[in-house]
């Protein structure tokens, strides 16, 4: 309505933005829902991570948002749980997390990473990780550094092949 056009998506989230509209376009409600999970777990980290350190209008909008994401983080998960149902379906959501962590892992190579974002990274991570495994959908522990990027895109490549 304003006449604001957004032309491109910079940062470590462009890459599963991508994946995401990847998905939404080709009518994959799972991927949608996986992708849609990780950017509100993600989200919501951030959320967490930056509320201790603003101000009272900030905290004010932080709460606001994070309690949108959370509703919607729910409904997320709800559609993950009954894909997971299967087991047809579990595998199948486990190879859509596999494209979406390749994408993620990628964030420890990036030589602008702001402070707190592989902290933000790992805290995402271990929830999405956390949700996801009480529907029998097992991730491997992953910590993001910078230091053991390599390592750590490594053994996850290996552990889900």
Known sequence: RKGIEVTALKGPLSGVYDLTEEYVNARDWAGSMVGAAVIEHI??????????????????????????????????LEQIEKVAETREGRRRLLQIHGRFLKVVLEW??????????????????E??????????????????????A???????LQTIS
């Open 43 to 76: 989200s919501t980290a951030a959320a967490v991570l930056l509320y201790s350190s603003a101000d009272e209008g900030t905290r004010i909008v932080l709460k606001k948002i994070t309690g949108d994401d959370l509703g919607h983080l729910n409904f997320d």
């Open 108 to 125: 420890p190579f990036r030589k602008d990473l702001l402070d707190g974002e592989l902290e933000l990274l790992n805290d995402a991570y």
């Open 127 to 148: 929830i999405h990780r956390g949700k996801l495994a009480k529907f029998g959908i097992d991730l491997p522990a992953i910590t993001f550094e910078n230091s053991l």
């Open 150 to 156: 390599f390592k750590l895109k490594k053994m996850f």
